[in-house]
C-alpha cells in the first residue's frame, strides 16, 4: 500500500493530457476527468489513497508528508524529527502549521477544511492540534480515524462536502462494520440534537442529491475533529511534546509514555461500572460473535445497565479511549453550539428497513451529558485535556439542563422533543412536552435506516 514520490508520473495518461490542453487552450474541467498537475487534483474524481497529495505544495514538508502518512507497519513509523509533534506543547498552532500538514485526494477538501479551520468557534481545536502530525482527507477514507503509527488523523471526505460536484468525489462505499452486532436484538441510537431536540443538523445522504450550507457541513466536522484529536492528545498529552526523544519513531514515543496516556489516569480515578456493556461493545463494535447470553439480552436490560454508569454513548464502552473521547466532544459541542445528546436502547424491529414508527425505545435519555455522574466525568475529562475549563463549567452549571428519560414503549422519533421546563417534576414535564415536527418521522424506512447507520458511525484510534 506505500506509494513512493513519483509513482504518480507513471500513469500515460497524464503527458497526454497536459499535451492536449496545451493546443486546445481551453480551461477544460479535466482530460479524462484527470486534472492532475504539480500543484495535485483539482477535480473531482474519486481516487485511493495513494493518489493524496500534499495540499500546500510549499509546506516544508511537502516532501516527506505522504512517505510518513501512507505507511502500513509500525517498522514505517517516521522518526519524530521528520515528522515532528505540530505543536510545541506551550504555544497554540496556528492554521497554517496545521495546513502544511494536510494530505488531500482532492483539492476541495484542503479547501474546506481550511475553511472550517479558520471559522472555528475559539482556539480549542487548533490547541488540540498539537499532539498530532498530520492529516489525510481522502475520498475513501472510512472510518475516519487516528493511528499512532503516524500520530495523524484521517478524516472520511462524507465530511466536507458542500456541494454536488465535491460529494461526487466521496466514495459511497458501506463501512465494512455495518454488520457486526447483528445477532443482538437490541440497538443503540444516538442523536446529536439542538435544545428542542430535532438534529442539530439535517441528515444527508450520499445518494440523495442535496447540497448542503458549509454551516451544516461544518458542525459534525468540529464533533468529529474533537473526538480524533482527543484521541491525539491522549496517546501523546501535550505536556509531554517538550520531552520527546527525537531520534525515535512517532510510534516509539508514543508507546514509551504508555502508563501517562491520559485516558488510564482517567479511567482509574473515574471508572465505568458495566463489564457487561464492555463485552457487548466487543460485539457490537470490535465484531466478536456474540454468545448465546448476549443474544437473549433486551433493550431493557442493557438500558438498565447503562443508566446506572457514567458513559455518554455505548461506543464508549469499547475502550477507555472511547470513553474519553466521546465525554469530549460531547462537552465541547454542548459548549459551543448547544449540542444536546439523546440516546437510547431499541429493541430492533423485526423486519428491516423499518420507518422510525418501528423503533420503540425501551430505555433512553434525552441530554445524556445533563446527567449527573456522565456530567461529572466530562467535566473532569475536560480538565485533563484542556488548558482552562471555566468557561465550559460554567456552561455546564448554568446552560446544559438537566437530563430527561424518554418514554419506554414509544418510538425513537417521537421521544426527541425537550420538555418546556426542566424544573419542573419529570411527569408535569413529560406531560407538558411540546412534540417537534420531525423530519425522521416521515422518512421512508430506507432512508431512516441509512441515516440510523449514519448517526452510529463510531470514530476509531488505532495503534497499529
Ligand atoms: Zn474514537
Same mark, same amino acid.
Not at 443474544?295 to 438500558?303: C, R
Given at each position: 500500500?506505500?506509494?513512493?514520490?513519483?509513482?504518480?508520473?507513471?500513469?500515460?495518461?497524464?503527458?497526454?493530457?497536459?499535451?492536449?490542453?496545451?493546443?486546445?487552450?481551453?480551461?477544460?474541467?479535466?482530460?479524462?476527468?484527470?486534472?492532475?498537475?504539480?500543484?495535485?487534483?483539482?477535480?473531482?474524481?474519486?481516487?485511493?489513497?495513494?493518489?493524496?497529495?500534499?495540499?500546500?505544495?510549499?509546506?516544508?514538508?511537502?516532501?516527506?508528508?505522504?512517505?510518513?502518512?501512507?505507511?502500513?507497519?509500525?517498522?514505517?513509523?517516521?522518526?519524530?524529527?521528520?515528522?515532528?509533534?505540530?505543536?510545541?506543547?506551550?504555544?497554540?498552532?496556528?492554521?497554517?502549521?496545521?495546513?502544511?500538514?494536510?494530505?488531500?485526494?482532492?483539492?476541495?477538501?484542503?479547501?474546506?477544511?481550511?475553511?472550517?479551520?479558520?471559522?472555528?468557534p475559539?482556539?480549542?481545536?487548533?490547541?488540540?492540534?498539537?499532539?498530532?502530525?498530520?492529516?489525510?482527507?481522502?475520498?475513501?477514507?472510512?472510518?475516519?480515524?487516528?493511528?499512532?503509527?503516524?500520530?495523524?488523523?484521517?478524516?472520511?471526505?462524507?465530511?466536507?462536502?458542500?456541494?454536488?460536484?465535491?460529494?461526487?468525489?466521496?466514495?459511497?462505499?458501506?463501512?465494512?462494520?455495518?454488520?457486526?452486532?447483528?445477532?443482538?436484538?437490541?440497538?443503540?441510537?444516538?442523536?446529536?440534537a439542538d435544545t428542542t431536540?430535532?438534529?442539530?443538523?439535517?441528515?444527508?445522504?450520499?445518494?440523495?442529491?442535496?447540497?448542503?450550507?458549509?454551516?451544516?457541513?461544518?458542525?459534525?466536522?468540529?464533533?468529529?475533529?474533537?473526538?480524533?484529536?482527543?484521541?491525539?492528545?491522549?496517546?501523546?498529552?501535550?505536556?509531554?511534546?517538550?520531552?520527546?526523544?527525537?531520534?525515535?519513531?512517532?510510534?516509539?514515543?508514543?508507546? $514509551?509514555?504508555?502508563?501517562?496516556?491520559?485516558?488510564?489516569?482517567?479511567?482509574?480515578?473515574?471508572?465505568?461500572?458495566?463489564?457487561?456493556? $464492555?463485552?457487548?461493545?466487543?460485539?457490537?463494535?470490535?465484531?466478536?460473535?456474540?454468545?448465546?447470553?448476549?443474544?437473549?439480552?433486551?433493550?431493557?436490560?442493557?438500558?438498565?445497565?447503562?443508566?446506572?454508569?457514567?458513559?455518554?454513548?455505548?461506543?464508549?464502552?469499547?475502550?477507555?479511549?472511547?470513553?474519553?473521547?466521546?465525554?469530549?466532544?460531547s462537552a465541547l459541542m454542548a459548549y459551543h453550539f448547544d449540542a444536546r445528546i439523546?440516546?437510547?436502547?431499541?429493541?430492533?424491529?423485526?423486519?428491516?428497513?423499518?420507518?422510525?414508527?418501528?423503533?420503540?425505545?425501551?430505555?433512553?435519555?434525552?441530554n445524556?451529558l445533563g $446527567?449527573?455522574?456522565?456530567n461529572?466525568?466530562s467535566r473532569?475529562?475536560a480538565?485533563?485535556?484542556?488548558?482552562?475549563t471555566q468557561a465550559i463549567e460554567a456552561y455546564l452549571d448554568n446552560e446544559l439542563g438537566l437530563s430527561?428519560?424518554?418514554?419506554?414503549?414509544?418510538?425513537?422519533?417521537?421521544?426527541?422533543?425537550f420538555?418546556?421546563s426542566v424544573s419542573?417534576?419529570?411527569?408535569?414535564?413529560?406531560?407538558?412536552?411540546?412534540?417537534?415536527?420531525?423530519?425522521?418521522?416521515?422518512?421512508?424506512?430506507?432512508?431512516?435506516?441509512?441515516?440510523? $447507520?449514519?448517526?452510529?458511525?463510531?470514530?476509531?484510534?488505532?495503534?497499529?
Amino acid at each position: 500500500m506505500f506509494l513512493k514520490f513519483g509513482a504518480r508520473s507513471n500513469n500515460s495518461k497524464r503527458p497526454l493530457c497536459a499535451l492536449l490542453l496545451t493546443y486546445v487552450m481551453v480551461a477544460l474541467s479535466g482530460c479524462d476527468g484527470d486534472s492532475h498537475d504539480d500543484d495535485g487534483y483539482d477535480d473531482y474524481e474519486v481516487r485511493a489513497e495513494e493518489d493524496a497529495f500534499p495540499y500546500r505544495k510549499n509546506s516544508p514538508y511537502a516532501s516527506i508528508l505522504k512517505e510518513c502518512v501512507l505507511i502500513g507497519t509500525v517498522a514505517e513509523s517516521c522518526n519524530v524529527d521528520q515528522m515532528p509533534f505540530i505543536g510545541d506543547g506551550a504555544t497554540t498552532p496556528s492554521v497554517d502549521d496545521v495546513m502544511d500538514r494536510v494530505l488531500v485526494t482532492n483539492k476541495w477538501m484542503g479547501r474546506r477544511f481550511e475553511d472550517a479551520l479558520r471559522n472555528a468557534p475559539d482556539d480549542t481545536l487548533l490547541t488540540l492540534f498539537s499532539s498530532t502530525t498530520s492529516v489525510l482527507i481522502g475520498s475513501d477514507v472510512r472510518p475516519s480515524f487516528y493511528i499512532a503509527t503516524t500520530a495523524g488523523i484521517q478524516i472520511d471526505a462524507n465530511y466536507l462536502w458542500v456541494t454536488e460536484q465535491e460529494k461526487s468525489s466521496v466514495s459511497v462505499r458501506e463501512d465494512e462494520r455495518a454488520d457486526y452486532g447483528k445477532d443482538l436484538q437490541f440497538q443503540f441510537i444516538a442523536r446529536t440534537a439542538d435544545t428542542t431536540g430535532e438534529r442539530l443538523t439535517p441528515y444527508f445522504s450520499l445518494e440523495q442529491s442535496a447540497e448542503r450550507t458549509v454551516e451544516q457541513m461544518q458542525l459534525p466536522l468540529y464533533r468529529l475533529l474533537y473526538h480524533e484529536l482527543t484521541h491525539a492528545n491522549d496517546f501523546m498529552p501535550r505536556h509531554k511534546i517538550p520531552d520527546v526523544n527525537p531520534d525515535i519513531s512517532l510510534y516509539d514515543a508514543i508507546s $514509551e509514555i504508555r502508563s501517562e496516556w491520559l485516558s488510564a489516569s482517567f479511567i482509574s480515578q473515574y471508572p465505568k461500572t458495566s463489564s457487561v456493556l $464492555e463485552l457487548l461493545a466487543e460485539v457490537r463494535f470490535g465484531g466478536q460473535q456474540a454468545t448465546e447470553e448476549q443474544m437473549s439480552m433486551t433493550a431493557s436490560d442493557v438500558g438498565e445497565q447503562m443508566h446506572a454508569d457514567g458513559a455518554m454513548q455505548f461506543y464508549s464502552y469499547y475502550s477507555e479511549h472511547e470513553d474519553l473521547a466521546q465525554l469530549m466532544e460531547s462537552a465541547l459541542m454542548a459548549y459551543h453550539f448547544d449540542a444536546r445528546i439523546n440516546v437510547g436502547f431499541v429493541q430492533k424491529p423485526e423486519a428491516t428497513p423499518a420507518p422510525c414508527s418501528e423503533y420503540l425505545v425501551s430505555w433512553g435519555q434525552r441530554n445524556r451529558l445533563g $446527567e449527573s455522574l456522565v456530567n461529572l466525568r466530562s467535566r473532569a475529562a475536560a480538565a485533563l485535556l484542556l488548558n482552562d475549563t471555566q468557561a465550559i463549567e460554567a456552561y455546564l452549571d448554568n446552560e446544559l439542563g438537566l437530563s430527561e428519560p424518554m418514554s419506554s414503549g414509544v418510538d425513537w422519533c417521537q421521544n426527541q422533543a425537550f420538555s418546556l421546563s426542566v424544573s419542573n417534576p419529570i411527569q408535569l414535564r413529560n406531560a407538558a412536552r411540546p412534540t417537534i415536527d420531525d423530519p425522521a418521522a416521515t422518512m421512508n424506512a430506507e432512508r431512516f435506516q441509512d441515516m440510523l $447507520e449514519f448517526e452510529s458511525t463510531h470514530h476509531l484510534y488505532d495503534l497499529h
